[in-house]
């Protein structure tokens, strides 16, 4: 089994990295071939959308995207949230799943393309997790698991870390823990 890791935080120093490598250590444990991606790496390789496709299938990103992207069996998404939703960079690495990897023929959901089974999604906030949930009806998650279902991946399994900027070492701690038997039971 392969997965494409996507890390979407410049910052490597946060608790979002650590969240990222302790489910990075998880899948491997379990066996997966992992495929490493931190977008901020790439972030003057990485196009915006253009509906020009000449421009986007001649692109090198999109191409190298689009071939890792078709080589994975799982994907795991970690990220900070911003403004209820994604960071802009993860966005846009979101908008080029593009005509490669469904396709489109009636009815609420396109056809897949690619092999993708499972989406893991763990992400932090400083908010807490019932506000979140109840209040603002989690638009990120709402989001994201639409656009999962509507190109055929059924699984998404999502993680929270809340309150992250108060979190005391002890609760870092239980939260890596955490992480790792939601990743080993998912898998
Ligand atoms: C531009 C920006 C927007 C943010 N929006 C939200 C938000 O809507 N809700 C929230 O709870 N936290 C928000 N945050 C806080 C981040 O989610 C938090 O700082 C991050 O998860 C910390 O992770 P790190 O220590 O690994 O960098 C925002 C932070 C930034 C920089």
């Given amino acids: 089994m392969k997965l494409y890791a996507i890390f979407a935080n410049d910052n490597i120093a946060g608790t979002t990295h650590k969240i990222f490598k302790k489910a990075i250590q998880a899948?491997?444990?379990?066996?997966?071939?992992?495929?490493?991606?931190?977008?901020?790496?790439?972030?003057?390789?990485?196009?915006?959308?253009?509906?020009?496709?000449?421009?986007?299938?001649?692109?090198?990103?999109?191409?190298?995207n689009q071939k890792r992207f078709l080589d994975a069996d799982a994907l795991l998404l970690?990220?900070?949230?911003?403004?209820?939703?994604v960071p802009a960079i993860l966005k846009a690495w979101l908008d080029?799943?593009?005509?490669?990897?469904?396709?489109?023929?009636?009815?609420?959901?396109?056809?897949?393309?690619?092999?993708?089974?499972?989406?893991?999604?763990?992400?932090?906030?400083?908010?807490?997790?019932?506000?979140?949930?109840?209040?603002?009806?989690?638009?990120?998650?709402?989001?994201?698991?639409?656009?999962?279902?509507?190109?055929g991946i059924s699984k998404i399994h999502t993680y929270v870390v809340d309150r992250v900027t108060k979190l005391n070492p002890d609760e870092i701690t239980k939260h890596l823990e955490e992480i790792n038997e939601f990743c080993c039971s998912c898998a």
């Fill in 27 to 64: 899948f491997e444990d379990k066996g997966y071939q992992i495929d490493e991606l931190n977008l901020y790496d790439k972030e003057k390789d990485i196009p915006f959308f253009h509906h020009d496709r000449e421009y986007m299938e001649s692109h090198p990103f999109y191409l190298e």
């Fill in 78 to 85: 970690v990220f900070p949230l911003y403004w209820y939703s």
């Fill in 96 to 151: 080029m799943i593009n005509a490669w990897a469904y396709k489109y023929e009636a009815g609420m959901y396109a056809r897949p393309l690619h092999k993708i089974k499972k989406v893991f999604i763990i992400y932090a906030c400083m908010q807490e997790k019932q506000h979140l949930e109840e209040k603002s009806q989690n638009p990120v998650a709402q989001q994201l698991s639409q656009t999962f279902k509507f190109i």
